[in-house]
């Protein structure tokens, strides 16, 4: 078996470290451009935007990477409620969910549907 993985290794390294200094001179270049303008700070080097790059990514990222983003957990919920539903409650969530329509608040009818009709 081939292991491809050996050659990848080295270019994900490099790639990081490129997207790294590249997002890093971003940084430097805005806090430079506006900051000291509007906020009377002083200026900071290329490792000092590196830095603070960094550390806001510790403070407001984490290190959880996208995976978590996608609201998997959201759907593995769903998928359970909904396989544990009987036929008619399926059938009454299916109407509820074509009439909703983002409102937080319509009129329901007499069993429990939203009464999503437009009147005449």
Known sequence: MKKYWIRK???????????????????MLLWNGI????LHVSTITFFQAMGVLVLSKILF???????????HHWK???WRKWASMTEEEKEKFKANW???KGHWQ?????EGLYNCRKSA
């Open 106 to 110: 319509m009129p329901v009818d007499a």
């Open 98 to 100: 074509h009439c909703y």
């Open 9 to 27: 290794v080295p270019l994900f390294i490099l790639f990081g470290t490129a997207v790294l200094f590249a997002l890093s001179g971003i940084v």
């Open 35 to 38: 900051l000291p303008i509007v």
């Open 76 to 78: 593995m919920q769903m």
């Open 61 to 71: 990222g984490g290190f959880k990477g996208r995976r978590n983003w996608g609201g």
